[in-house]
């Protein structure tokens, strides 16, 4: 007789074949789809994720779950069939009314914001915010009242389960009382230490060339994954055929290159999912933040070091040619620069979570109904004032209006991106400990044993754990902003 | 009230989406996927075609069917019924489970292919034909039963509704008497006639510039389509995102050129379906062999045509550089040489119709059950030698290894390139004879009034009426060989 496990077990393996194809018609629609084909590819995929929706929250679900607590199962199994029951949680919570209604708003408003923000046009956007915003709420006082928490909580546990607007205030507001001051002094010293740029233009096959050679050097399996070029770079398709894309500017190579190492630290932890239990919701990365903490690990923690920074420096001499400024020394300093900045996404490591903060703090209280639409330019210059001291009076573009995440309602993602710049820095301070001879084994490109221990800690655990079992397994103690403070210490005023 | 038919339409609407899906996961699996991907992949798509298979047999679809039939039915309505009820009996009589096997079998043989055709592996490909033989037969036993017809007639029925066995051995007896004779002709006549092959190397990207600036001479929208790189040429993708892919030889440049010709052929038709129908299947192709008659018409009836080659041999000489070979007599005699090879796809149009009927009459005894697949090779060489005086010996790789459409089962549509080709022919007569001024025009390039007559009595009628219909309705008669053996003793003996 099949159990109700099994039942489950081929349900959500039927579900991540569907995933497969709109991941994969997904990847294409930002790589290669011309623009006339956007209209029939956006229905494709909607009837797909109305399907997928359909076969997650069919009744017999909701009873096979119940039953399968009842069945023995071992601990991948039970800890599969937690991973099971949230995602089916998160889906058949919300009326399908509600998740249409966001879902048209929440195009309506990004559609429109790809022509308001250069317009900054701030009216007219937050016309279509408060649409996406009231609908949200919604959302999350649904979610809210199932968990038992508030409404931002509850949107946050989307994204990053086991996390708390509690926890986020200790670990953030902890930033806050150092990173200020950090910053003013890295930017004082950095004035000492001039800097010079490349002098391009730089072809984009020699730039293509480059990068391909660095991934071969991470270790990215090129029989299970490709590089691309999209508008916004992103790491997409499936742990079996993981696409990653950059994207490329003439007369500057390295923000294309260290987007490269950024998305195939991504791409290393979904290629190197247990693959036994692959197609099973346990088999999936861990949360946002955790992915987000391979990716920093990769470009923060592993590219940016001086060492790391000496090993692919003849690489990039031999496909961009010899100049001055590819000097060691200059080298560095270019990957290390700190500059605080209007845009988030152009963001050094340690102006960075001076972003997420200050988003996170809108977010929360916008979702809590503390504030409303027309308050953010105010808070927001307020917030930008006291962390990075930059004014946006009048500039929506490169301020408020700046991101894609709000547009269709993500409220709770911004956060996961300082979380994985903490775990990140905390996972390479237990791979210090773990590899005495780390520095030199970076300068001279004998980096496998760091791929065996992410591999080991991490990757190959893929949802088994909770997020806190995991890192608490892999570095002794659960989440510590110190290593962070300690990391940016370490490399921009101690060097 | 619902009516039965706008319950059919919007099932059909929704079966066309998830195609869509399937054909960009399909046109990426040929072009960019890595070899790792592979099973997951063909998992995928073999779970979407069950999922497809299930929505068109749903019970209610054969009621609706009976209903609408009863409503009250413009004439495409009920064109569109018909079509909708091909579809379905076709569907419902397939068990789920055979579709399933049918797919992963196919994927993996197809797979497999791609390496063992050039390690020559006739061994290890054999084995994995013969499931894929072996679950085709088992299709065609249950569509000939249903059918009330022979086994192979069943499967040819798929590809061109209307067309039997009988009437193949009809028409193709008929070139079987003269093709032999004719094309024995044409090789001493051009014997006499040298000509001189144009000296690589030919630069990858040069020649994808001339297939990009024929495409666009040819009418190819470019926002509605792209040009890749595949083993194997094929139109692929949807009517809204046409998907064309060639291959590159750096030491010879026609075969590529003459391929993207041809299949823009193909995607003129797809790009050009009737718009306001898109989704339903009256809107599809009429039929393999049509599909077939619009790339052959491109390639051979205009592209080959002296007057063609003169209009784009500037462009020619522009991309690839003048040399003596590039002349107008020799580049026409390049275009026009008739040699009997192993090649199906490099074959001239002369002994093209020589390797369908070789794998025409192989693959209806394989589904016939008169022979085995240990028997192809020993069948294959017999017929080469027959047909063309070519010996194959041991040759599997440009034997009978050299297809892709027999690995994933795609018996019975071998035939419908000849049909094709006799189409062609009869079209290109039938606008010879509308257009007084044809051949002056070509050479102008003053091809709109040829798109305009093709969209006119081909293209934008979907499959409103039977092939029979179509071509008699576009010709002033149904199908007659008389204008393809007439096509190939003009070009080839008169002039």
Redesign the interface.
Known sequence: MTSAYQHLSKTFQ?LS??G???A??GW?MQT??????S???G???A??SV?QHEILTAKQVGSWLDQAEQESLNDVESANLSEMRRAWQQAALLPAALVEAKSIAGSRCEHAWRQQRPANDWQGFSANLKEVVKLSREEAEIRAQANGCSRYDALLDVFEPGMTSAKLDKTFGDLKLWLPELLQRIVAKQAQEPVERPTGPFAIEAQRQLGLSIMQQLGF??????LDVSAHPFCG??P??VRITTRYKQDEFLSAMMGVIHETGHARYEQNLPKQW?GQPVAHARSTAIHESQSLFFEMQLARSADFLQLILPQVVAQMGAQPALNPGNFVRLNQRVKPGFIRVDADEVSYPAHVILRYEIERALIGGEIEVDDIPAVWQEKMQAYLGIDTRGNYRDGCMQDIHWTDGAFGYFPTYTLGAMYAAQLFQAVKRALPQLESQIRSGDLQPIFDWLQQNIWQHGSRFSTQQLITHATGEDLNPAYFRQHLENRYLHN
Chains 1, 2 share one sequence.
């Open positions: 039927r074949r569907f497969h194809l709109s994969i018609a294409d290669m789809m011309p623009a006339g084909g209209q029939a590819r229905e494709a995929l009837e797909l399907l399996d090129f029989n299970a994954g490709r398709g499936v079996e055929d692959l």
